[in-house]
């Protein structure tokens, strides 16, 4: 059974930083690609960290650009999400997500087959 599950949201003050996990299981993570997405309170779901090239090339939302970096640990098996200089409107649930390569490049990672449950973050005074 392929599992992801999210953890390190929370409560942050505006210019803070979290480091979000995403821990893998049933699924070797190191072989297939990583995203993050969120989903903010009345909005849709939407990419925020993408792997859109075989290669390993990341990319980012423009939203989040130059404040977030998206990577991985083979030897753990796990994604990381390091948020900084966060914002108000960074608030959201988080997910992490894993699918068929050749398909998250294809579709820049709009269509993946696995995903997390989330996990929230706020950002508030």
């Known amino acids: 059974q392929v599992q992801l599950v999210e953890s390190g949201g929370g409560l942050v003050q505006p210019g803070g930083s979290l480091r979000l996990s995403c821990a893998a299981s049933?699924?070797?993570?190191?072989?297939?690609?990583i995203a993050w997405f969120r989903q903010a309170p009345g909005k849709g779901r939407e990419v925020i960290a993408c792997i859109v090239k075989r290669d390993g090339t990341t990319n980012y939302a423009d939203s989040v650009k130059g404040r977030f970096t998206l990577s991985r640990d083979n030897a753990k098996n796990m994604g990381y999400l390091q948020m900084s200089s966060l914002k108000p409107e960074d608030t959201a649930v988080y997910y992490c997500a894993t699918g068929d390569p050749q398909i998250a490049t294809q579709t820049s990672c709009r269509r993946m087959d696995y995903w997390g449950q989330g996990t929230q973050v706020t950002v508030s005074s």
């Open positions: 049933g699924v070797t993570l190191a072989n297939y690609p």
